[in-house]
Nanobody, 126 residues
Framework: QVQLVESGGGLVQAGGSLELSCAAS????????MGWFRQAPGKEREFVAR????????YYANSVKGRFTISRDNAKSTVYLQMNSLKPNDTAVYYC???????????????????WGQGTQVTVSS
């Protein structure tokens, strides 16, 4: 069984920074892509960022482009989301997700991801 565990969430003032981590544990698994999604209260879960694991190619939602950075540490089997210049509307539960195979789908949507973490709360105060 594969487990993804997010950490690093918390309360921060607007303009501040946080770094989220997503550590994978359990059986060894291949990763085609890793993604970060978020869900604000009363809203649907939305895409934030993704990285193709082998190439390192990244892609961001327009709302976070230039402020957030997705990165990885292969040795630690961990993916990160560095969040800078945080805004109150970044407040959400943040989820990491893993897609373990190529499906030809759009990796800025939830569909190709077959493992999900439990989420970590990020609250940005004004």
């Amino acid at each position: 069984q594969v487990q993804l565990v997010e950490s690093g969430g918390g309360l921060v003032q607007a303009g501040g920074s946080l770094e989220l981590s997503c550590a994978a544990s359990g059986r060894t698994f291949s990763r085609y892509a890793m993604g970060w999604f978020r869900q604000a209260p009363g809203k649907e879960r939305e895409f934030v960022a993704r990285m193709y694991w082998t190439s390192g190619n990244t892609y961001y939602a327009n709302s976070v482009k230039g402020r957030f950075t997705i990165s990885r540490d292969n040795a630690k089997s961990t993916v990160y989301l560095q969040m800078n210049s945080l805004k109150p509307n970044d407040t959400a539960v943040y989820y990491c997700a893993a897609a373990t195979y190529y499906s030809g789908g759009d990796y800025s949507t939830e569909i190709p991801y077959n493992y999900w973490g439990q989420g970590t709360q990020v609250t940005v105060s004004s």
